[in-house]
């Protein structure tokens, strides 16, 4: 079976401050993983994923995430977030079973 | 989202009725899924369709019914409607179920 924890329900921040979503998971074989983000009233889109290879990946919007596999952690970063920033998003695990099981979410709140 | 739309975008029923969503798909994938978003729960899996007539249960099927005759269509019925139903359903699509999902603008649905 695979999980994944989010630590952070909601992460607030300043605009051009940097900010880092937390992403843990859990399973008995390889995985690949997944960032999405939601804005208000939308759809998931995604951000960035890790299939295999770099452990650094980057993705839209100035996003990046590193898989590490020994602490089973592949969180979210960004440099400098922007206003437009605010949604939720949502970390993703899948091993070959073709099934993603996502986090409960982690709402990033940028301010001025 | 281009190629997957969702039918319709805002239902209310009321106990006890029965209810359908529909997916349709543009992009001839092969899988595709169902799911409910409900706060402090993220997404959690329904069913999902490996194929044409070929479907299987997730994490919280009971309640749910799925058909797809169609490549391009996969219907969610819930047979007897409850209150606990009441969610904002999103069908998602993926060419080989490992490298990421598209979703629709999904269904809120509202069960009085």
């Known amino acids: 079976a695979q999980s994944v924890t989010q630590l952070d329900s909601q992460v607030p921040v300043f605009e051009e401050a940097p900010v880092e979503l937390r992403c843990n998971y859990s399973?008995?074989?390889?995985?690949?993983l997944f960032w999405y983000v939601q804005y208000p009233n939308q759809g998931l889109q995604l951000l960035l994923k890790?299939?295999?290879?770099?452990?650094l990946v980057k993705g839209i919007n100035g996003f990046e995430a590193e898989f590490n596999k020994s602490q089973t952690s592949f969180h979210l970063r960004k440099p400098s977030v922007h206003i437009s920033d605010t949604a939720e998003y949502f970390c993703a695990v899948t091993s070959t079973a073709s099934k993603l099981t996502f986090g409960t979410g982690t709402r990033l709140q940028v301010t001025l | 989202d281009a190629g997957i739309t969702q039918s319709p975008r805002h239902k209310v029923t009321e106990t006890g009725t029965p209810v359908t969503l529909r997916c349709h798909q543009t992009e001839n994938h092969r899988y595709m899924y169902w799911y409910r978003q409900d706060p402090g729960h993220g997404l959690r899996l329904i069913h999902y369709s490996y194929g044409v007539k070929d479907t299987d249960k997730g994490e919280v099927s009971d309640g749910y019914s799925v058909s797809r005759s169609k490549t391009e269509d996969f219907l969610l019925t819930l047979e007897s409607a409850t209150s606990s139903q009441t969610s904002v359903y999103f069908c998602?699509?993926?060419?080989?179920?490992?490298?990421?999902?598209?979703f629709g603008s999904g269904t809120r649905l509202t069960v009085v």
């Open positions: 890790y299939l295999s290879g770099s452990t």
């Open positions: 399973s008995s074989v390889s995985v690949y």
């Open positions: 998602a699509i993926s060419e080989d179920g490992n490298y990421g999902y598209t």
